[in-house]
């Protein structure tokens, strides 16, 4: 028998116009957690499709528990005992969380003799393992109608529930808060130490630092380095896997503010089920400056994001952009009189995935010339915006702006996303979750750029998770709670420990 459980020798894959791995070998041990580090786009994900059945290999061998296997399908991975958590949601929407969570292993029972689904007990072993991982959804609740962050934990729950043995986790925290990320990590942990493999992608350095074994650097599909993490910094490996210095502060110099553009008041927003997710949110936002709203996930700053490019409704108050009420205007409206948005959900939201690099990046501006001359298109203004854009923000795909985005990693659409909204030179410019996924260089990459904006007097609405870029960018720090906004100060007066005061409800500022 071999030691490991999980040899992976001499594996490339290609697809149209890029190698995505170039002759990678890693070996597993089994009860070890195993990190795999990367660019955006660095061959990590393809990697483990590939174990798990999504793809197969062009080249080299798979080998899992001392015995050459062929994974062709996902059932044949689950066959082996193999499980994986997408980073890219794999959910049927108009179904329910018990519904997705069993699906292809659902209990039965006999109602007049005909087999059918036993909704009921599903609903009720789905309730047992979420409070047991601490994980907790409500069974019934449809897909369309959760967050983003409840739909990892469907995720997580779908592999936690067929017991698989060897865990692959793809990006599992990155739409999770600190107290769950916190919890997620004892929990992989636990499952390691109840002898579990784990096999965990992450861009989150400080993360594998905390839980990995080892860990594997890619580079543009090469295999670049194994390294024992306990004996590596996190500088070493962020170095290693971006190929040159990162640095994990952004330098900024003071906001030097301008007139008013954003001002909003007293808005309530209600969701589909007619609850107040916002209430009485009042605040306003200056040229030349930073305006975070942080929070923990789910508790209204993304409703308010929402409401101020459109695609959410107030219900009640104003929302006032350069002095005029848009509070009733179109999307569009708003996009042309200079508010820019970039969406938390970015595959939903944010791009129409089956149409090309180049018709994503033009969306905003495809009716305009020289996109668009007597109501006709123009290819060659959508080919030459494409390049550039692609050029300036460093967007890798196999096929250049012919590239279907359905195709490209989550870090890569993101920056296309964020290249997208940059370039129509809004006034107004709303980040939510901007580095979502992304890897170390991405993400000082981006923090850099939204700075440069502020600097060239736009206005930032930024709306972020992770208390560490709030604080490295942010000029004025709002905090939300349960809907409500606690407080509003310049950032060089609060700290984290303040902040997570006002984010749990404690202390609010009258």
């Known amino acids: 028998m071999s030691d490991y459980i999980v040899e992976m020798k001499h594996i490339t894959k290609r697809f149209p116009g890029i190698v995505a791995n170039d002759d990678v070998s890693i070996s597993i041990r089994k009860g070890e957690i195993y990190a795999l580090l990367g660019e955006n786009g660095a061959g990590k994900s393809t990697l483990m499709s590939m174990l798990f059945g999504m793809y197969e290999p062009d080249e080299g061998e798979i080998y899992v528990r001392g015995e050459k296997v062929s994974i062709d399908s996902p059932t044949r991975a689950t066959e082996l005992n193999i ?35 036993d909704l009921k007990t599903a609903n009720k072993q789905v309730d047992e393992i979420s409070k047991k991982y601490g994980l907790e959804v409500n069974p019934t609740a449809l897909i369309s109608e959760i967050p983003v962050s409840t739909q990892q934990r469907v995720e997580i729950l779908k592999m936690l529930y067929r017991e698989a043995e060897i865990l692959i986790f793809d990006e599992p925290t990155a739409v999770l808060t600190p107290q769950e990320i916190a919890s997620l990590l004892e929990i992989i942990k636990g499952l390691r130490d109840g002898g579990k493999t784990i096999i965990l992608i992450t861009h989150k350095l400080d993360e594998i630092k905390q839980v990995a074994d080892r860990c594997a650097i890619l580079n543009r599909g090469k295999l670049i380095d194994i390294l024992d993490v306990a004996t590596t910094s996190t500088k070493t490996m962020a170095n290693l896997m971006v190929g040159r210095e990162v640095s994990f502060t952004v330098d900024k110099s003071p906001a030097q503010m301008g007139d008013e553009v954003l001002k909003v008041e007293g808005l309530t927003v209600r969701n589909r089920k007619k609850f107040e997710v916002v209430k009485q949110a009042s605040f306003s936002i200056h040229k030349g400056e930073i305006f975070a709203i942080a929070g923990v996930a789910g508790n209204g700053q993304t409703d308010i994001a929402d409401a101020i490019a459109g695609t959410m409704e107030a219900y009640a108050g104003k929302i006032l952009f350069k002095g005029e009420d848009i509070t009733k205007s179109s999307i569009r409206e708003r996009a042309l009189k200079g508010i820019a948005y970039i969406p938390e959900d970015r595959q939903n939201c944010g791009l129409v995935m089956d149409f090309s690099l180049a018709d994503n990046l033009a969306l905003k501006k495809y009716y305009k010339e020289p996109f668009c001359k007597r109501n006709f298109l123009k290819p060659d203004a959508f080919t030459q915006n494409a390049s550039a854009l692609i050029s300036s923000y460093d967007i890798r795909s196999g096929q250049e702006e012919k590239t279907i985005v359905r195709s490209m990693s989550g870090g890569n659409q993101q920056k296309a996303i964020i290249a997208r909204e940059i370039d129509t030179d809004a006034e107004l410019i709303i980040f939510v979750q901007p580095t979502r996924g992304l890897d170390i260089g991405a993400i000082e990459n981006i923090r850099k750029e939204i700075i440069r904006q502020r600097d060239l007097g736009k206005a930032i609405l930024l709306i972020s998770l992770e208390l560490d870029e709030i604080m490295n960018c942010a000029d004025t720090i709002a905090v939300i709670y349960n809907g409500e906004i606690q407080n509003i100060a310049p950032a060089d007066t609060l700290d984290t420990n303040r902040i997570g005061e006002f984010m749990m409800g404690v202390g609010k500022h009258e």
């Open 83 to 117: 499980g994986m958590v997408h980073q890219h949601f794999k959910l049927v929407s108009n179904y329910t969380i018990t519904e997705n969570i069993i699906m292809g292993m659902e209990p039965m029972k006999k109602v007049l003799g005909i087999p059918v689904v």
